[in-house]
């Protein structure tokens, strides 16, 4: 069950009217169905089946390896778990870059065998045509901009994005294409903070941050990171709010004693 008694289910429209109310929206990545449940039911606003999945669920360095027939069944488990957050989900690299009607046919096919309510991609005036063509077809569009981790080798580093003015610029001028375009949303990744506030008063669609300050909308982590599971990641925007490596690694040295100390499983465990 939801925290919420009564559901009510949260829509673009709903970010879109938070914004205007300057509501803070939050957002957490899920993978599979036991976690979006205990996210839905923490309250988040929305669910990011991110391709960090990549990273987190399968162990890759980078998240270009991840496949749509992928990132669809991570949507799918999802999706089965949640009642109340808006469903988002990245398109994975490759599947959307090289033309218009490809990209159309990644995120028909995340929405229809997915079951996500909207799809996330990565950039800006490189992708206009692929974003149009799918806002044309009724699909709702979260842009991705700044550190955007698809383009980590051309990149070359994690580093904060957009310090120099031609970036900053883009950016901007990124930003209000993204809203011309139709997309309800757009994720703002490791940008100066006063970047980040200049582009969301630019543009009436969320913003939607990590590490890019305060005045984003919203905020987004990936839930992994910020329950304390993933112990080797440390960036300086994340906030940890458990242990749980800790908690876990316990847990599993202590069922190991038990076992060999003959502790468990005792009488009232057996039949
Ligand atoms: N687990 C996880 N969490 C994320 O936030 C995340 C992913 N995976 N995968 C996809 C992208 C990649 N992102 C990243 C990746 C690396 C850094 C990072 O290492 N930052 C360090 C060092 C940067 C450097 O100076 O090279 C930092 O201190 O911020 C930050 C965000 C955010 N996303
Ligand atoms: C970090 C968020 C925004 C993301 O794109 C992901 O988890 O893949
Ligand atoms: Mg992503």
Redesign the pocket.
Known sequence: MSVHSEIKKITTETLRKMKFDKEKITMLTAYDFTTAKMVDAGGVDSILI?D?AA??MAGHET?LPITLDQMIYHTQCVVRGVERALVVADLPFGTYQSNPEKALDSAVRMMKEGGAHAIKIEGGKEIEESIRKIVNAGIPVCGHLG?T?QSIYQFG???VRAKEDAEAEKLISDCKLLEELGCFAVVL??IPASLAKKASESISIPTIG?GAGQNCDGQVL?Y??MVGM?QG?S???LRRYLDLYSEITGAVSQYVKDVKSFDFPNDKESY
Do not use: A
């Open positions: 991110g960090s990273n987190v998240t550190l981790p580093t994690y580093k990744e490791k990590i990936v992994h990171d993933n990641f960036p300086k925007f």
